[in-house]
């Protein structure tokens, strides 16, 4: 190895937060990683990491050698996609990290046409609902749907998330129809508890808000399966059309309150502030920008 690609190395041993997990994400030995680290340290002169076997933490040389080196590299991965031959396949590993039940719903056919398209792409890809930190896990983009308010990462919009209320026929021939508001204070709720939110907030024809408070009959951190309790008729659902479009389309869920809307947020692509992105990763996002859009099929039937 040379000095570039030691100061890789450093990068990622800081990035991942130590040097067990550097090795794991750059599929070399341990021993190879922490040699390489006391090499350019020795080449250096001076100490860039404390390092103990329970602490890691940056010298202050080390936070400002980590900074200039971040550029270098993001420089030389530039300098080489610019020159490289525009006509040649795209190729590298991609890794990507998406919420498990968009992923494995939309994710998998945009991925599978995504990668018939560029064939010496090699996609690594974890279905997950809980929070990536993708700079210390080694990814290149992550799926976000939220807010977005975390100012830490560069962010693209992929298409809007609209939420609707939903029911099956059996349960509202049982529990009574949903006509007005007020109406949900007679029924049961199937709250997923992935979200902080306690109430549901519904605003009406008017743009009234109102915050309700149903009585919980259960309560899980899978939209899926409580998707899968709606169609068996215990209660009524506040989840993305994303989850329940196909559920609503064969009517084995019904939609109630329609002049009503619920939350609306995005789905986000996101990837490290000030980190030269891969012409790979761009290119995956924008396929992702123009296959979802503004009007997303899932919601062509609402």
Known sequence: ???????????????????????????????????????????????????????FSLTGVGKTYYERALKVADSVTEMNTEVANVGAALSG????????????????????LFVKQHPEITIQIDFSD??????????????????????????????PVHHVLAASPEYLQRKGSVTTISDLKHHQMLKYTGSSIALWSIIDANGKEHQLSLTKAMSANSGDFLKDMAIAGHG??????????????SGDLVRLLPDCSMTTIDAYAIYPMNRFLP??????????????????????HL
């Not at 919420?99 to 994710?107: A, D, E, K, N, T």
């Not at 009524?236 to 389309?249: D, E, G, Y």
């Not at 761009?282 to 062509?300: C, K, T």
């Open 1 to 55: 190895m040379g000095q570039l690609e030691d100061i890789q190395v450093f990068i990622r041993v800081v990035e991942s937060g130590g040097i067990g997990r550097a090795a794991e994400q750059l599929n070399i030995a341990k021993s190879a990683v922490s040699r390489r680290l006391s090499e350019l340290e020795a080449r250096l002169g001076c100490k860039l990491i404390n390092r103990t076997t329970r602490s």
């Open 93 to 112: 590993v991609l890794r990507i990290a998406v919420p498990q039940s968009f992923g494995l719903m939309h994710l998998t056919p945009a991925i599978d």
């Open 130 to 159: 809980r929070h990536v930190d993708i700079v210390e896990e080694g990814f290149d983009v992550a799926l976000r749907i939220s807010g977005m308010k975390d100012s830490n990462f560069q962010a693209r919009r992929l298409c």
């Open 236 to 249: 009524i659902v506040n989840l993305p059309t994303f989850l329940i479009w196909k559920a609503l389309a």
């Open 279 to 300: 012409k790979r990763a761009r290119l995956f996002i924008d396929f992702l920008v123009e296959r979802f859009g503004d009007n997303p099929y899932w919601d062509q």
